[in-house]
């Protein structure tokens, strides 16, 4: 299953910062994915997978933003009940912790991505794998 790079950025926590970035990104061309953001001592806290991680990497450069990257593990479900509570079940299961999750959108489909940040990506990847392949028998 897919495995993405995830940035996570601290950047202030004002009226319009996070419409500055995402305006600098889209005139790259870089499509966001999956957002998730939050105050956090005093600043936003941004958890973000994009469709073209190299761009992305430059424009945070180039804003000198600060920002770690971090491998996540990337599926995509379809969307009705319950989906979310079996891929975070088998993780489960698995004894993988899940540090955090969020949603975004598949663009080709519009179809639910789910990013689950863990400990283990690469053994969380193939167990979410599974569950995408069973989501879609079903």
Same mark, same amino acid.
């Given at each position: 299953?897919?495995?993405?790079?995830?940035?996570?950025?601290?950047?202030?926590?004002?009226? #319009?910062? +996070? #419409?500055?970035?995402?305006?600098?990104?889209?005139?790259?061309?870089?499509?966001?994915?999956?957002?998730?953001?939050?105050?956090?001592?005093?600043?936003?806290?941004?958890?973000?997978? =994009?469709?073209?991680?190299?761009?992305?990497?430059?424009? +945070?450069?180039?804003? /000198?933003?600060? !920002?770690?990257?971090?491998?996540?593990?990337? =599926?995509? +479900?379809? @969307?009705?009940? #319950?989906?979310?509570?079996?891929?975070?079940?088998?993780?489960?299961?698995?004894?993988?912790?899940?540090? @955090?999750? !969020? #949603?975004?959108?598949?663009?080709?489909?519009? /179809?639910?991505?789910?990013?689950?940040?863990?400990?283990?990506?690469?053994?969380?990847?193939?167990? +979410?794998?599974? =569950?995408?392949?069973?989501?879609?028998?079903?």
């Amino acid at each position: 299953m897919a495995t993405s790079t995830e940035f996570v950025i601290r950047m202030e926590d004002r009226p #319009g910062t +996070l #419409g500055k970035f995402s305006r600098r990104l889209a005139d790259r061309g870089v499509n966001i994915l999956a957002l998730q953001s939050f105050p956090f001592e005093g600043k936003s806290q941004v958890r973000l997978v =994009v469709d073209d991680a190299s761009t992305a990497k430059t424009v +945070l450069d180039n804003e /000198q933003v600060s !920002y770690t990257e971090e491998k996540v593990a990337q =599926v995509t +479900l379809p @969307h009705r009940p #319950g989906e979310l509570a079996r891929a975070a079940s088998r993780l489960g299961e698995a004894n993988i912790n899940i540090d @955090h999750v !969020y #949603g975004g959108l598949e663009p080709r489909t519009n /179809q639910p991505i789910l990013i689950f940040g863990v400990a283990d990506v690469d053994r969380a990847s193939t167990i +979410l794998e599974q =569950v995408a392949t069973t989501a879609k028998a079903a």
